[in-house]
């Protein structure tokens, strides 16, 4: 099986590298926007409200990343609060997307606790990122057991990225990447001739305790080439 993917779609370089700039990969990460939130204890006002202040949040982290010129905008799980978002959250999150694209932006996303499919019975096994994904607005790492690398050009560099959703077996606490297994080595190894394999697990681990991983699977691959 290939696990190769060339994301080239959304390369439109506004603005983004030049001169000094080489070499300098520039990262934004969020997690837990939670999206579309719902709990019963709270009235339909105090609801609405913190609806609109989840969707704030992550509008600025959206112009956060605009403003700085972020090569990378990567959403590490829980997007949304539930695999079943209303329509007007879904919306509002395709409406960022689109800025993130405009602005040259590549987007990366997996599946929290929260947005992730439990079976094939929920929701068809689909979270809601798949449509997005789809239409080309975010990379979207579905799987939670098997490694996806996808290749890009950003800053004058050549970076290979991989991700896992939540894997709804493991327990909570437990390690996200216990279960994975990189089935293509020979892959990953032919990669790190051509490619910088970066690892950003230091920004990573307080967003993805317990919730999917993007760039803890990057390590992963790292100690393995390494070791
Ligand atoms: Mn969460």
């Known amino acids: 099986m ?50 609109r202040r989840l969707g704030l949040a992550c509008k600025q982290v959206v112009d956060a990343a605009i403003e700085r010129r972020a090569h990378l905008f ?16 879904r919306d509002f999150v395709a409406e960022q997307l689109m800025r993130l694209q405009s602005a040259g932006i590549h987007t990366f996303g997996v599946s929290g606790n929260h947005d992730t499919p439990r079976q094939k019975t929920e929701q068809g096994g689909f979270a809601p990122q798949n449509i997005y994904h789809r239409l080309n607005g975010m990379y979207y790492f579905a799987s939670s057991d098997v490694l996806t690398l996808v290749e890009l050009d950003v800053a004058g560099l050549r970076l290979a990225l991989a991700g896992l ?16 297994e990189i089935t293509d080595l020979t892959l990953a190894l032919s990669l790190v001739e051509k490619l910088r394999v ?18 803890g699977a990057l390590a992963k691959v790292q100690d393995h080439l390494i070791g």
């Open 2 to 51: 290939d696990q190769r993917h060339t994301f080239s779609t959304l390369t439109r370089n506004v603005g983004n590298t030049t001169g000094r700039e080489e070499g300098i990969v520039r990262v934004i990460l969020t997690a837990d926007n939670h999206l579309s939130a719902y709990s019963p204890k709270l009235s339909q006002t105090r609801l609405a409200e913190r609806r």
């Open 74 to 89: 990567i959403q590490a799980g829980d997007l949304f609060d539930s695999v079943d978002p209303r329509n007007r959250e």
């Open 165 to 180: 959703s939540y894997h709804p077996g493991v327990v909570p606490g437990g390690d996200p990447l216990d279960h994975v």
């Open 198 to 215: 970066f690892s950003l697990q230091r920004l990573a681990i307080p967003m993805c305790k317990g919730r999917g991983s993007v760039i």
